[in-house]
């Protein structure tokens, strides 16, 4: 080897010793994560200060902080109408005051989650600073539970307030003494609170000025005053003698201390407390039905098709009229939806629906700002140009028969339950129909048999058909739709449609029947049988019963469902939202426990007694 290569081999060996060295005072990485959240070092003023005159709190741990969504999570009770300034230093959280507080007053200064460790995030869980203007601090406490009125799920976000005030208009005139507000699972807790009787009153504040202001706001409230009542008992503590035994040798034995039998009496003391239990209290968010009425939009998109959706349901009916033309004749057919918040009037009269500007006017209830109904007009104008075509697209369109479209609620192939309607859907109002030119057939062992059926008219959709059989299970079916069969208002047939389906095996479907009791008088029971969904609940099947019994609901594919009875006081056939000056809660809505899972070819049965739920 020579002499260079050796030299060359030392220095690579000494820079890679270097380096290893080097390597070797670099601080190690990993070990366990920090969990802990801050610890308190001091305080000044302390906690639960008494006499308290200062305009600044500071708050020390033993590690730096970080705030976080202090603005959602702050909450200061009684409220204050100027904030105070809330800044970190380090270690050191800094509360600077600008506003006067009252005299004999305890405060809770509410962070929340939001007082976190620097590095991980880790923060102290429902912090809060207690102080009192006086000679001693309040101690007194509600909690409760606020549900949505509807679904019943726990509601985040909303806040509880008492008020000392006890009017109707405090909550909307007036922010409250105390205040809270639940956490995700929709619990709550008040502390600190004066022995006084207030009102309950809790509100999803859009606005976050804890007033109730606006119509879309959801609240929540409780009939009668919470009241705070002195409670005296009785406690027994019952005290042993040693629960050391000895043998006969002098060797110390132990007795079962779970067994009463191995133990003896010495003393037994009596005491007796007196205290204010914590008032608990479950609510049902809601929001009113008090949103004024207006037309939300109104278009026409086709000349003979005008659409006009309003903001919610017309309270009453609603007037249709031409602005600017007089016909005498019928010149339109109205079409709603159940909701009655969208009418479609079909235009029916040539002179009309072929000018390109028809001016109109739309009379309806709206209240006014007493909540009163009252009956306004509006004027529309509707526009419509016809679209203008190449002259090889116009040529094509002479040449092309134009026919009535639909869309059936089946597909061909499909398999269908025993107990469904065929829903054919038209894009126009039907005028004229004609069953002979349907047939249904059934195939049998390579036969065919005609079916009868029964076509009738939705009473309140003129586009809307529905096909009924006495169905047969497990069987191949041909539907046959030849042109003329359906006729529209402006004269235009349906072509040819044939399509094949099979309906469903009788066994493939599950039952459950529902024994209902504790329904009296003042209420009807809508029984439900829902499809839970991501955002709403799906209705499969509802029955509505005024007398106890039982009740079947059959042809339910095996799925897991939801059993829901709401309680209809108004026998509208349909739940209501509660309105607070009036004193309506909402009306109750009421689940099985627990998920109905159905199985094929079985029967379930289940027991809800109303008055228990």
Same mark, same amino acid.
């Given at each position: 080897?020579?002499?260079?290569?050796?030299?060359?081999?030392?220095?690579?060996?000494?820079?890679?010793?270097?380096?290893?060295?080097?390597?070797?005072?670099?601080?190690?990485?990993?070990?366990?994560?920090?969990?802990?959240?801050?610890?308190?070092?001091?305080?000044?003023?302390?906690?639960?200060?008494?006499?308290?005159?200062?305009?600044?709190?500071?708050?020390?741990?033993?590690?730096?902080?970080e705030?976080?969504?202090?603005?959602?999570?702050?909450?200061?009770?009684?409220?204050?109408?100027?904030?105070?300034?809330i800044?970190?230093?380090?270690?050191?959280?800094?509360?600077?005051?600008?506003?006067?507080?009252?005299?004999?007053?305890?405060?809770?200064?509410?962070f929340?989650?939001s007082?976190?460790?620097?590095?991980?995030?880790?923060?102290?869980?429902?912090?809060?600073?207690?102080?009192?203007?006086?000679?001693?601090?309040?101690?007194l406490?509600?909690?409760?539970?606020?549900?949505?009125?509807?679904?019943?799920?726990?509601?985040?976000?909303?806040?509880?307030?008492?008020?000392?005030?006890?009017?109707?208009?405090?909550?909307?005139?007036?922010?409250p003494?105390?205040?809270?507000?639940?956490?995700?699972?929709?619990?709550?807790?008040?502390?600190?609170?004066?022995?006084?009787?207030?009102?309950?009153?809790?509100i999803?504040?859009?606005?976050? @000025?804890?007033?109730?202001? *606006?119509?879309?706001?959801?609240?929540?409230?409780? /009939? +009668?005053?919470v009241?705070?009542?002195? #409670? !005296?008992?009785?406690?027994?503590d019952?005290?042993?003698?040693?629960?050391?035994?000895h043998?006969?040798?002098?060797?110390?034995?132990?007795?079962?201390?779970?067994?009463?039998?191995?133990?003896?009496?010495?003393?037994?003391?009596?005491?007796?407390?007196?205290?204010?239990?914590?008032?608990?209290?479950?609510?049902?968010?809601?929001?009113?039905?008090?949103?004024?009425?207006?037309?939300?939009?109104?278009?026409?998109?086709?000349?003979?098709?005008?659409?006009?959706?309003?903001?919610?349901?017309?309270?009453d009916?609603?007037?249709?009229?031409?602005?600017?033309?007089?016909?005498?004749?019928?010149?339109?057919?109205?079409?709603?939806?159940s909701?009655?918040?969208?009418i479609?009037?079909?235009?029916?009269?040539?002179?009309?629906? @072929?000018?390109?500007?028809? *001016?109109?006017?739309?009379?309806?209830y709206?209240? /006014? +700002?007493?909540?009163?109904?009252?009956? #306004? !007009?509006?004027?529309?104008?509707?526009?419509?140009?016809?679209?203008?075509?190449?002259?090889?697209?116009?040529?094509?369109?002479?040449?092309?028969?134009v026919?009535?479209?639909?869309?059936?609620?089946?597909?061909?192939?499909?398999?269908?339950?025993?107990?469904?309607?065929?829903?054919?859907?038209?894009?126009?109002?039907?005028?004229?129909?004609n069953?002979?030119?349907?047939?249904?057939?059934?195939?049998?062992?390579?036969?065919?048999f005609?079916?009868?059926?029964?076509?009738?008219?939705d009473?309140?959709k003129?586009?809307?058909?529905?096909?009924?059989?006495?169905?047969?299970?497990?069987?191949?079916?041909?539907?046959?739709?030849?042109?003329?069969?359906?006729?529209?208002?402006?004269?235009?047939?349906?072509?040819?449609?044939?399509?094949?389906?099979?309906?469903?095996?009788?066994?493939?479907?599950?039952?459950i029947?529902?024994?209902?009791?504790?329904?009296?008088?003042?209420?009807?029971?809508?029984?439900?049988?829902?499809?839970?969904?991501?955002?709403?609940?799906?209705?499969?099947?509802q029955?509505?019963?005024?007398?106890?019994?039982?009740?079947?609901?059959?042809?339910?594919?095996?799925?897991?469902?939801?059993?829901?009875?709401?309680?209809?006081?108004?026998?509208?056939?349909?739940?209501?939202?509660?309105?607070?000056?009036?004193?309506?809660?909402p009306e109750?809505?009421?689940?099985?426990?627990?998920?109905?899972?159905?199985?094929?070819?079985w029967?379930?049965?289940?027991?809800?007694?109303?008055?228990?739920?």
């Amino acid at each position: 080897m020579k002499f260079g290569s050796i030299q060359k081999g030392v220095f690579i060996l000494s820079f890679a010793i270097i380096l290893i060295g080097c390597a070797s005072i670099v601080s190690p990485t990993g070990g366990p994560k920090d969990e802990e959240h801050p610890l308190i070092v001091e305080s000044h003023p302390p906690f639960n200060t008494i006499n308290f005159d200062s305009k600044e709190i500071d708050i020390t741990f033993n590690e730096f902080i970080e705030l976080k969504d202090l603005n959602s999570n702050l909450i200061i009770s009684p409220p204050m109408e100027e904030k105070p300034m809330i800044r970190k230093k380090g270690k050191t959280l800094n509360i600077k005051f600008e506003e006067e507080f009252k005299d004999s007053t305890t405060y809770n200064i509410y962070f929340g989650n939001s007082v976190q460790d620097y590095n991980e995030g880790n923060p102290i869980e429902d912090f809060q600073y207690v102080l009192s203007t006086g000679s001693y601090i309040d101690s007194l406490s509600i909690e409760g539970y606020i549900i949505n009125a509807f679904s019943l799920v726990p509601e985040e976000g909303v806040f509880v307030m008492l008020y000392t005030e006890h009017g109707d208009s405090v909550p909307i005139k007036q922010i409250p003494e105390y205040i809270s507000k639940t956490n995700k699972e929709g619990l709550f807790r008040l502390n600190n609170i004066a022995p006084n009787e207030y009102k309950l009153f809790c509100i999803r504040d859009f606005n976050r @000025n804890y007033l109730f202001d *606006l119509p879309n706001e959801e609240i929540a409230y409780i /009939d +009668s005053l919470v009241r705070f009542e002195l #409670v !005296t008992k009785t406690f027994t503590d019952t005290i042993y003698k040693s629960d050391t035994l000895h043998n006969n040798l002098g060797q110390e034995i132990y007795a079962d201390l779970d067994t009463a039998a191995n133990k003896e009496i010495d003393t037994i003391i009596t005491q007796t407390k007196t205290f204010y239990p914590v008032n608990n209290y479950t609510l049902r968010l809601f929001t009113e039905d008090r949103e004024v009425q207006y037309i939300a939009n109104y278009k026409r998109e086709i000349k003979q098709k005008i659409e006009v959706m309003l903001n919610k349901s017309a309270k009453d009916s609603i007037v249709f009229a031409l602005a600017d033309t007089v016909i005498n004749d019928s010149w339109f057919i109205k079409e709603a939806n159940s909701n009655m918040d969208s009418i479609i009037y079909w235009l029916t009269n040539p002179a009309l629906y @072929n000018k390109e500007n028809l *001016l109109t006017t739309l009379s309806y209830y709206k209240e /006014d +700002s007493n909540l009163m109904l009252q009956w #306004v !007009t509006d004027t529309l104008k509707f526009r419509y140009f016809e679209p203008k075509k190449k002259k090889r697209e116009r040529d094509d369109k002479e040449e092309e028969t134009v026919y009535l479209k639909y869309s059936l609620n089946v597909k061909s192939k499909a398999t269908v339950d025993l107990n469904k309607k065929l829903n054919i859907s038209f894009e126009t109002p039907v005028k004229n129909y004609n069953n002979n030119r349907i047939k249904l057939i059934a195939q049998v062992d390579s036969l065919e048999f005609p079916v009868d059926f029964n076509l009738l008219r939705d009473s309140i959709k003129p586009r809307e058909f529905k096909l009924d059989a006495d169905w047969c299970e497990d069987t191949i079916y041909r539907m046959e739709i030849y042109p003329g069969a359906f006729t529209d208002i402006y004269k235009f047939s349906n072509d040819t449609n044939i399509i094949d389906f099979k309906t469903q095996k009788r066994d493939f479907y599950g039952v459950i029947f529902a024994d209902i009791t504790g329904i009296d008088s003042s209420f009807q029971a809508i029984c439900q049988i829902i499809l839970p969904g991501k955002d709403e609940e799906k209705i499969i099947k509802q029955e509505i019963i005024n007398v106890d019994q039982l009740v079947k609901f059959d042809f339910l594919p095996p799925k897991e469902f939801i059993f829901k009875v709401i309680l209809d006081k108004n026998f509208n056939n349909k739940w209501d939202t509660g309105e607070y000056l009036k004193n309506i809660q909402p009306e109750e809505a009421l689940y099985y426990t627990e998920k109905i899972k159905v199985r094929s070819n079985w029967d379930m049965e289940i027991n809800f007694d109303l008055k228990k739920q």
